[in-house]
């Protein structure tokens, strides 16, 4: 099947600064990736939406200008919490859809954990 | 808009018993129907979908559901649990042209000796 990478698996950072999550697509091109962030014991919120070469489309809430996110090619995005604070501190999970893979089928990453001080 | 209701967030069997997590949905288009697992800090698993065909769709690991249209529902079963079975199970729904997945509240399956 189709497999997502994400990088890394998990991060510490203090509160300030900036952390980038990779997103790969490893045996597909991912036209459009998404991001995902998953409170303790909650499901899945979508973040956002991002197809190859164009602009992220934010879900109504999220912050743009804090989660900034990248789509520069078929097989890599981006997302950098950018001055993260505790409140930052989550699960954050990216998944995929593209060509050549199951329709209408996302194929999830291992998911990151970032723990802000 | 769709939108997806998890009866139960907790969940518990039996080993060897039968599996049943209730999913029903909302949706004014024809849906797309999922099922997932997700294990302690790892990402999602596709345990089965829904894309208008079969109404039975059968899964891995033993896992099936039936879409039902006059009930809105898409329920997860399994007829003999496993250890290995218990985890967090979400259902998600989309459709209307859209790869957006709307999640609902998981359910956590506990399975006993």
């Known amino acids: 099947g189709a497999v997502v990478s994400q990088h890394p698996s998990w991060v510490i950072c203090k509160s300030g600064t900036s952390v980038k999550i990779e997103c790969r697509s490893l045996?597909?091109?991912?036209?459009?990736m998404f991001w995902y962030r998953q409170f303790p014991k909650q499901s899945l919120m979508l973040m956002a939406t991002?197809?190859?070469?164009?602009?992220?489309?934010?879900e109504q809430g999220v912050e743009k200008d804090k989660f900034l996110i990248n789509h520069a090619s078929l097989t890599l995005s981006t997302l950098t919490v950018t001055s993260a604070h505790p409140e930052d501190s989550s699960f954050y999970i990216c998944?995929?859809?593209?060509?050549?893979?199951?329709?209408?089928?996302?194929?999830f990453g291992p998911g990151t954990r970032l723990t802000v001080l | 808009a769709q939108s997806v209701t998890q009866l139960g967030s907790h969940v518990s069997v039996s080993e060897g018993a039968l599996v049943l997590l209730r999913c029903n949905y909302s949706?004014?288009?024809?849906?797309?129907l999922f099922w997932y697992v997700q294990y302690p800090n790892q990402g999602l698993q596709l345990l089965l979908k829904?894309?208008?065909?079969?109404?039975l769709v059968k899964g891995i690991n033993g896992f099936e559901a039936e879409f039902k249209k006059s009930e809105t529902s898409f329920h997860l079963t399994k007829p003999s649990a496993h250890m290995s079975d218990a985890a967090e199970y979400f259902c998600?729904?989309?459709?209307?042209?859209?790869?957006?997945?709307?999640f609902g509240k998981g359910t956590k399956l506990t399975v006993n000796p």
């Open positions: 998944s995929a859809s593209g060509a050549g893979v199951s329709y209408n089928e996302q194929f």
């Open positions: 045996d597909f091109q991912a036209t459009t």
């Open positions: 991002s197809n190859e070469g164009s602009k992220a489309t934010y």
């Open positions: 949706s004014s288009v024809p849906p797309y």
């Open positions: 829904y894309t208008s065909a079969a109404t």
């Open positions: 998600a729904v989309s459709g209307g042209g859209s790869e957006k997945l709307v």
